[in-house]
């Protein structure tokens, strides 16, 4: 199980930093490209699109990957029926219903064809994400990476060319339908059976896994809607664009919390009666994102005021004050994060429930307000103001898996987000330099913790040229 984790993290590690080069190189151009009226229109449009997307697929993904016990082609067969009648059933509120209404209410007649278009890809995707899945529940991760880097390219590069040749938001279009397409990697890789199957029992099994886990899941899932409806009716549709950038940029850079989180499913389901286990894997596993994820993001957020600018062009330099809010609530999300994966692995997607409408009731009622005041920046500050309600995430992952260790990972997300602000403030590139880098290098040296976190998880993911598996 150990050489399957460090082969898998880095097999998709490389894979995932190819993609950031990709995805950053192109989220610039695009930026750059169309503005910001037009990424705020993108912002609108790929909220709604993607998540009644992930309703399209209903969670099956994750019935596949975690499902304990040997998996039958008759499962799979049961889940493809679900995900394609599902998908058909998006295709046709996508049209109908969500784009003329979402394009009535906005005002913007192009965000019709924006949204109706763009999820005819992901309606392709997703009825070929049971390849995906299959592959990660088997633990492939060389192959998934190389599925998602060829979803990243499909995107940018039609997406850029188009825009290069004046097709405006069309271009984004263009770019969700051929990202769509490259999930036909997916299928060759890992093809199973496209004959439709209705098993009463597995289709009960299924759906009762789906409908809590997406219960679950859905407040979660509609914060994301907070920059689309309360940033871009408040603030303006520009200031979604800001947002949606800045969003993209903490993805971008902090793509091995997603690596770490999506491994951590397959192994939390392989040791979900081993408590003790999974309680210093989850204590050990967020100091490790935080160096991985936070960190780099960290970094660019302390010398953001020099590289946005230089980057995606002076009229996105606002984006700078909101990475420097987000890299505090992303900090402390790291260290709940894993807490979910480990409840939804024992079947606790009620107790995910409970934290998620919490979390969410509380920045719906919140952020309107800050929004009106602060404008774009509101909503990272409402973000913060609600982070208190993680304490509840604490209290049901205590009661499965027993009380975990906050010394090390609230230690390590004060002092270096202390350093950040610090640099980030001098407003200088090179006296920003020096005061991140000394102010570091003295962390590092008082803190012995600290510096044997680095040696273990250097140690976890080092491995030997000849046990690289070829992709």
Request: glycine share 8%; charged share 15%.
């Amino acid at each position: 199980m150990r050489d399957k984790i460090k082969k898998g993290f880095l097999n998709l590690s490389l894979r995932q930093i190819a993609g950031l080069v990709i995805s950053a190189t192109g989220s610039i151009l695009l930026a750059r490209l169309l503005g910001l009226e037009v990424f705020g229109l993108y912002a609108i449009s790929s909220f709604f699109v993607t998540f009644l997307g992930n309703y399209a697929i209903l969670g099956v993904n994750r019935f596949l990957i975690g499902k304990h016990g040997e998996l039958s082609d008759d499962y799979i067969r049961t889940s493809f029926t679900i995900v394609f009648f599902n998908g058909l059933a998006f295709l046709v509120i996508m049209f109908f219903a969500a784009a003329p209404l979402l394009s009535h209410w906005y005002g913007k007649e192009e965000l019709y064809w924006l949204i109706s278009l763009s999820s005819i890809g992901v309606f392709i995707s997703s009825i070929l994400r049971i390849s995906q899945s299959l592959m990660e529940r088997e633990m492939e991760y060389g192959k998934v990476g190389i599925v998602e880097v060829s979803g990243i390219i499909a995107f940018y590069v039609p997406s850029v060319i188009s825009a290069f040749s004046g097709l405006g938001i069309f271009a984004i279009v263009i770019g969700e339908i051929c990202r769509g397409l490259s999930s036909l990697l997916g299928f060759k890789f890992r093809p199973f059976s496209l004959r439709l199957l209705w098993e009463k029992d597995l289709f009960k099994e299924i759906i009762k896994f789906v409908f809590s886990y997406n219960l679950a899941l859905l407040p979660w899932n509609i914060n994301g809607a907070l920059n689309p409806v309360v940033v871009a009716r408040i603030a303006g549709i520009e200031a979604a664009g800001i947002i949606r950038i800045a969003d993209g940029i903490v993805s971008q850079l902090s793509f091995f919390i997603g690596i770490t989180d999506r491994m951590s499913y397959p192994v939390f389901s392989r040791f979900q009666n081993e408590r003790e286990k999974i309680l210093k894997a989850v204590e050990e596993g967020r100091i490790y994102q935080f160096l991985l994820a936070c960190f780099p993001l960290f970094i660019f957020s302390a010398f953001s005021f020099r590289l946005i600018p230089l980057l995606y062009g002076q009229e996105w330099y606002p984006v700078t004050n909101v990475l420097i809010l987000m890299c505090l609530t992303f900090g402390v999300n790291t260290i709940f994060g894993l807490y979910s994966s480990s409840l939804i692995t024992v079947g606790r997607n009620s107790d995910i429930a409970k934290f998620t409408i919490t979390n969410s009731l509380a920045l719906w009622l919140i952020s309107p307000v800050t929004v009106y005041y602060f404008g774009y920046l509101g909503l990272p500050i409402a973000a913060i103001i609600t982070s208190p309600s993680y304490y509840i995430m604490h209290r049901f992952f205590m009661k499965s898996y027993g009380k975990p260790k906050y010394t090390d990972i609230t230690t390590l997300l004060i002092i270096t987000y202390t350093i950040t602000i610090a640099a980030w403030s001098a407003k200088n590139i090179y006296l920003s330099l020096i005061i991140f880098m000394i102010l570091n290098a003295i962390y590092l040296v008082c803190s012995r913790g600290l510096r044997q976190n680095i040696k273990d998880m250097i140690s976890l993911i080092k491995i030997r040229p000849q046990e690289m598996q070829p992709p």
